[in-house]
């Protein structure tokens, strides 16, 4: 980490950043501990602050991406291969957005870890994939139409009976 510009701490404005080289350890929100060893950063002698800078976080974000088991750009690019798509067809089969197999691909975006095992699950079980890409539930499932008029009872048609003649006005009879 060769910077010799002098950063004033941003947090305290006390003093200026000294670069250090040790590890890191981060948590994650389910409490696993993920250690960077030798991190390259900045650290305010006087309140702690720390600055990271963006070669360090690239490889800090590796290490937590490696540890969460998210896929790397090469397995997300492997993906592909294996299926032998393209970004833009690999993204409409799964709904996704076009330019999210390319953020991925180049590493401008991590994939999350359960899409990881989704995408992981599909390079396993291409025809599960193939099934997705041409949308196979409208041939598996009924169409909500026939449910609805299966589902329905038929409405009840009853023959009005003719009164009984014992229920006849005869008054009018003479």
């Not at 590890?23 to 602050?49: I, N, Q, W």
């Not at 995408?119 to 139409?145: C, M, T, Y």
Request: hydrophobic residues 40%; glycine residues 4%.
């Amino acid at each position: 980490m060769n910077d010799s510009r002098s950063i004033t701490c941003p947090a305290c404005e006390a003093a200026i950043m000294k670069a250090v080289r040790e590890d890191m350890t981060y948590t994650l929100s389910d409490g696993t501990k993920v250690v960077v060893p030798k991190l390259a950063f900045h650290r305010c002698p006087a309140c702690g602050e720390t600055s990271i800078p963006a070669e360090s976080a690239r490889r800090a974000d590796a290490m937590v991406a490696k540890a969460t088991e998210q896929m790397a750009p090469e397995e997300v690019a492997a993906f592909l291969k294996a299926l032998k798509l393209d970004q833009k067809t690999a993204a409409q089969a799964l709904g996704l957005g076009e330019k999210t197999f390319h953020a991925w691909v180049c590493g401008k975006q991590t994939v999350s870890r359960s899409m990881s095992f989704y995408l992981r699950a599909l390079k396993a079980n291409p025809d599960f994939f193939r099934f997705i890409q041409n949308r196979g539930w409208h041939e598996v499932l009924p169409s909500v139409a026939s449910v609805r008029s299966t589902s329905r009872k038929k409405p009840v048609t009853r023959k009005r009976k003719a009164p009984h003649k014992s229920n006849l006005n005869l008054s009018s009879r003479r």
